[in-house]
């Protein structure tokens, strides 16, 4: 079996076993042979540590890409590392507010699932719905099952074609296993600058986008995302 990367480095909060449970996985495995040697080497490059590794996920909506930010341990700052492009998207600007609605949430969100024998090769899966995006639907299904994952298609997922989940895949895998217990995803419509914000004041989600914003504002301000009580909870809308 192959070692994982962390494996031979310093004990970490969470155990390298983590690396061998995951490549006891057939596709991690070949996902693993495909792309972890061009992927340590662009880690080197930017003095990114595998064994020390974080790494925090955003998508701005109308840029129609993933973006993979990552630090070693202890840094202040994120750095990108690199934007993946969007296979597939459905629904419109706006939050997922009921299931079936195919829309894609905005917010703040966490990775709470590997499942490395996804329908679409590999997928890594969002803790929606939170607890303000239940307060925000009422007594309406909001739905579930959003993730990050392989192939061309989606119903209010995030494609990113089997190559590109192979490379975010093992990333957030190098990040669990150096231990980075808590994976943020920041999901936004468009850039929450005030100019933006502004052309679109007459939309209904104009109040929950103003609620997203200060969290935006942070990380374009500090690199990192706003620590846990800093957090803004966005109005609610159905």
Known sequence: MLAGPAAAQAPSPLPPSFWVRQLGYPRVRAAYARCWPALAARLQAQHLDSARLEVFFRLIKTHRALEVWARNRGEAAFRQLRSYPLAATS???????????????????????????SAYHLSLGLDYPTADDLLATGLADPGGDIFLHGADVTDGCLPLTDAGIEEVYLLAVAARAAGQVSISVHLFPFPLLESELRQRAASPHAAFWRGLAPGYAYFEAHRAPAPPLAQYAAPATR
């Open 91 to 117: 629904g419109t600007l706006g939050p997922k507010r009921r299931a079936g609605d195919g829309q894609v949430p905005e917010g703040f969100y966490t990775i709470d699932r590997f499942n490395p024998q």
